[in-house]
């Protein structure tokens, strides 16, 4: 008689992808579909900070909040909320059993990754399924107020430091995915063309490295509360999008991310389609 364990490990090696089952396979999909769209969706909400017209914040709770607002409903937002925490347990399922198709180092990379695209999938979830009970709640002050529980405590000021350098080290690793595009390797692109790998290999690109920086500059504002010992200066993503557009660069560079950020929504979209089996 086949232990759980057992017939677990059976079903990713019989599945298609690292998934386990089919079930999970599907809504897992539709997870990254409504992964991709969120990041679509912040896209548009970070060029009309740009322009200085922002009705959103730009981060995932105004995502949530515009997406409700379009019409798709309670079911439509139940939806995404299963297929990210259907995604979320492939992505786990995958960290301890999956990506047979490297060995070594790269398998080991690639499962820590899986369990970081688990808990960002689950963090989403979490957003919509708040947004469903209790309406939406600003990103930026759940943020605020994380840091002002942790500041004091015990070495509170230490924790929020490590907590910066964390997020910055996440960043990094997102730089290197993109540079390297080691990401590409997820993807099945036997049944492609040359240009639509090339195609999904640039947005791919541009997509981790426009997170990345935006993850950096919340890794700054968290170490900047940290260093002063003041969480008002911490902040979520859309904070950390307002600080990109008053630098020099100002509303341009905020306009790239936010390209980056929808090149990254598109990629999602191609992962859904073609993540390897």
Do not use: N
Request: glycine share 12%; hydrophobic share 55%.
């Amino acid at each position: 008689m086949l232990t759980p364990l057992r017939r677990l490990r059976r079903s990713v090696r019989a599945g298609r992808s690292d998934a386990p089952g089919p079930a999970i396979d599907v809504l897992g999909r539709v997870g990254l579909v409504s992964y991709g769209l969120v990041h679509l969706v912040v896209a548009w909400l970070a060029v009309q900070i740009a322009v200085g017209a922002p009705e959103r914040p730009a981060d995932a709770q105004g995502a949530v909040a515009e997406i409700a607002a379009s019409g798709v409903g309670v079911v439509g937002l139940v939806v995404v909320a299963v297929g990210l925490v259907a995604f979320a347990v492939w992505q786990l399922t995958a960290a301890w059993l999956g990506f047979r198709w490297v060995s070594g180092g790269e398998r080991r990379r690639k499962r820590v990754g899986a369990v970081a695209k688990a808990v960002a999938m689950l963090a989403l979830a979490g957003v919509t399924a708040t947004f469903l009970v209790s309406g939406r709640r600003s990103g930026d002050q759940g943020a605020r107020e994380a840091v002002a529980d942790v500041l004091v405590l015990p070495a509170g000021r230490l924790l929020v430091l490590l907590g910066g350098v964390v997020i910055g080290t996440v960043a990094v690793t997102m730089t290197y995915t993109g540079v390297r595009r080691t990401f590409m390797g997820d993807l099945d692109l036997r049944r492609v063309s040359v240009v639509v790998r090339r195609l999904i290999e640039a947005i791919g690109v541009l997509g981790h490295l426009a997170r990345a920086l935006a993850l950096a500059m919340v890794g700054v504002l968290v170490v900047t509360a940290a260093v002063a010992s003041d969480a008002g200066r911490a902040g979520g993503l859309d904070a950390a999008l307002r600080a990109l557009g008053e630098t020099p660069l100002g509303p341009a560079l905020l306009v790239v991310v936010a390209v980056g950020f929808g090149a990254f929504g598109l990629y999602c979209l191609a992962d859904a389609a073609l993540r390897r089996a």
